[in-house]
């Protein structure tokens, strides 16, 4: 009877398990994914090619973390660029490419730092706006 139970608790963890995995990805694998995106020029804009991982992601809530990359003077940010690299290697900088970048838009303002910030939102991919990332994170939070 016991190892019955058990076995039945150990496989409704398993099965909640991998499909909270489907429904929410985590950072560990999340950069590793979005920075092989193959991208090339159309005159002077860049144009990604998203692969099947990178679309399996396309509205989907990730948890990631990066460093802020403001884009005004504000204490608070509401629209953001998180970065994979540090500002001294930025893509901004010349010394990373576009996939290192997400742009973000969060509901609540989140405090300016220059440390490394984990966020949770909804991420878009952008195939076609060449004025706007690859990537975009929605309805962004911080979670630290």
């Known amino acids: 009877m016991y190892l019955k139970r058990l076995f039945t608790v150990i496989l409704l963890f398993t099965v909640l398990s991998s499909y909270i995995g489907a429904t929410h990805y985590y950072n560990s694998d999340i950069w590793k994914i979005l920075l092989k995106v193959?991208?090339?020029f159309?005159?002077?804009k860049y144009k990604p090619t998203f692969d099947n991982r990178q679309?399996?992601?396309d509205r989907k809530k990730i948890t990631i973390t990066g460093y802020m990359y403001p884009l005004d003077e504000a204490k608070n940010q509401?629209?953001?660029m998180l970065?994979?690299?540090p500002i001294k290697v930025c893509f901004?900088?010349?010394?990373a490419g576009p996939e290192s970048i997400i742009e973000v838009n969060t509901k609540k303002p989140i405090k300016l730092t220059?440390?490394?910030?984990k966020l949770t939102g909804t991420l878009r991919l952008n195939p076609d706006d060449p004025d706007r990332m690859?990537?975009?994170l929605l309805d962004a939070k911080q979670v630290n």
């Open 55 to 57: 679309k399996a992601l």
């Open 78 to 80: 509401q629209y953001f």
């Open 92 to 95: 901004f900088c010349g010394g």
């Open 83 to 85: 970065s994979y690299y």
């Open 134 to 136: 690859f990537f975009i």
């Open 114 to 117: 220059t440390k490394k910030i």
């Open 38 to 40: 193959k991208y090339s």
């Open 42 to 44: 159309i005159g002077d």
